[in-house]
């Protein structure tokens, strides 16, 4: 099973800021990536997939880069709706996919 | 719009059954694959299980195997998860979950239901 880890475990930024997540993958997963926002309450919302797409209708300020088992969401000027949780997730080699264990993003 | 709309949790004893159902609106249902996603309180995400778009691939977790089935109705746009052998860590809100690419197996989710929980407890 490919582990997948999340750093850090909490971020505490302001409005504002530009936001760096990172997930690290325990062997390559190419550029089999995805990263999902979820707040209280709610269902997951896919942001980015194959490390660097944009899903659609998501803002140009969240960003993906990263291949083989370094992978970063950045969130350039943080709004006050994008403090949630993060994760990572790869379909490297599906069925057998994992998630990482999600970044909290908190306001400072 | 696009939505996934999940229902059938509830409280169920351990050993027993559930079957949860997802309906599909605002988009061509029967050509894209459908994943079982859950999560249990307070805790990260889990894939549960997959089925293609026409029905004829199947697979699940090691955690559900043999204990779950997935099958979907593509006259009704529906999808289905039935549960048996149910144990306290099945605990968890289900959601389903639309795979990004239609007639191709990604492993992606693009749009997802709101869940439905499911609490294993006697």
């Known amino acids: 099973e490919i582990v997948l880890t999340q750093s850090p475990a909490t971020l505490s930024l302001s409005p504002g800021e530009r936001a760096t997540l990172s997930c690290r993958a325990s062997q390559s997963v190419s550029s089999y990536l995805a990263w999902y926002q979820q707040k209280p309450g709610q269902a997951p919302r896919l942001l980015i997939y194959d490390a660097s797409n944009r899903a659609t209708g998501i803002p140009a300020r969240f960003s993906g880069s990263g291949s083989g088992t370094d992978f970063t969401l950045t969130i350039n000027s943080l709004e006050p709706e994008d403090f949630a949780v993060y994760y990572c997730?790869?379909?490297?080699?599906?069925?057998?996919?994992?998630f990482g264990q999600g970044t909290r993003l908190e306001i400072k | 719009q696009v939505q996934l709309v999940e229902s059938g949790g509830g409280v169920v004893q351990p050993g027993g059954s559930l079957r949860l159902s997802c309906a599909a609106s605002g988009f061509t249902f029967s050509r894209y694959g459908m994943h079982w996603v859950r999560q249990a309180p307070g805790k990260g995400l889990e894939w549960v299980a997959f089925i293609r778009y026409d029905g004829s691939h199947k697979y699940f977790a090691d955690s559900v195997k043999g204990r779950f089935t997935i099958s979907r109705d593509n006259s009704k746009n529906t999808l289905f998860l039935q549960m048996s052998s149910l144990r306290a860590e099945d605990t968890a809100v289900y959601y389903c979950?639309?795979?990004?690419?239609?007639?191709?197996?990604?492993?992606?989710?693009?749009?997802w239901g709101q869940g439905t929980m499911v609490t294993v407890s006697s």
């Open positions: 979950a639309k795979d990004v690419v239609n007639t191709v197996t990604t492993f992606a989710f693009d749009i």
């Open positions: 997730q790869q379909r490297s080699n599906w069925p057998s996919i994992t």
